[in-house]
Nanobody, 117 residues
């Protein structure tokens, strides 16, 4: 079992920045990679960024150059630094942990990010 707790969401003006955090607990050593997803009402949950155990990162095109995903293994924490935020980034952001053995996905409770003037 893995537990994930997100924090750091909020209201920010266009062009502003936020940093999301996701603290993992439980069977952390079994996690293969982690990711951030986001979802707006009426739409599918969208993969935003992912990071492997070795630190290799990937991003959806719409956030490349603006968002940075990172992991601090000592703190069991994953981050998403979001800069130059746009109104279309408004969504609930979810932390995800994937365990290959059994193809298991764990999810956090989500944190709301609202970009508005």
């Amino acid at each position: 079992q893995v537990q994930l707790v997100e924090s750091g969401g909020g209201l920010v003006q266009p062009g502003g920045s936020l940093r999301l955090s996701c603290v993992a607990s439980g069977s952390i050593s079994s996690i293969n990679h982690m990711a951030w997803y986001r979802q707006v009402p009426g739409k599918e949950r969208e993969l935003v960024a992912s990071i492997t155990r070795r630190g290799l990162a990937g991003y959806v095109d719409s956030v490349k150059g603006r968002f940075t995903i990172s992991r601090d293994s000592a703190k069991n924490t994953m981050y998403l630094q979001m800069n130059s935020l746009k109104p279309e980034d408004t969504a609930v952001y979810y932390c995800n942990a994937f365990i290959a053995d059994g193809s298991i996905n764990y999810w956090g409770q989500g944190t709301q990010v609202t970009v508005s003037s």
